[in-house]
């Protein structure tokens, strides 16, 4: 069993920045692939970056590409995404996510373990 909490989020202007964090406790974190996936009301859940257990291998939804950075420090049982150059369309739930599964998956029922994820709103 994994527990994930999420923290970094709020409210920023667009062009801001934010860096979320996940903490796992539970079972060894470094075995497990990493993701980021966001949901706004009405609209299902969409993969937004993940990384490998060791950090070698990182994969991003293209719109996200060359603003975000997903990284992991598997001393600290954590994982972030750093946010750049935020704009209102990334306004979201934003939610960690643990993968025991061989391969860097994009879909969410690859998964096995969730947060319960942090706000991210970004004005215009």
């Known amino acids: 069993q994994v527990q994930l909490v999420e923290s970094g989020g709020g409210l920023v202007q667009a062009g801001g920045s934010l860096r979320l964090s996940c903490v796992a406790s539970?079972?060894?974190?470094?075995?497990?692939?990493m993701g980021w996936f966001r949901q706004t009301p009405g609209k299902e859940r969409e993969f937004v970056a993940a990384i490998s257990w060791s950090g070698g291998s990182t994969t991003y939804q293209d719109s996200v590409k060359g603003r975000f950075t997903i990284s992991r420090d598997n001393a600290k049982n954590t994982v972030y995404l750093q946010m750049n150059s935020l704009k209102p369309e990334d306004t979201a739930v934003y939610f960690c996510?643990?993968?025991?599964?061989?391969?860097?998956?994009?879909?969410?029922?690859?998964?096995?373990?969730w947060g319960q994820g942090t706000q991210v709103t970004v004005s215009s």
């Open positions: 996510a643990a993968s025991g599964r061989g391969i860097i998956a994009t879909e969410g029922r690859m998964y096995d373990y």
């Open positions: 539970g079972r060894a974190f470094s075995r497990y692939h």
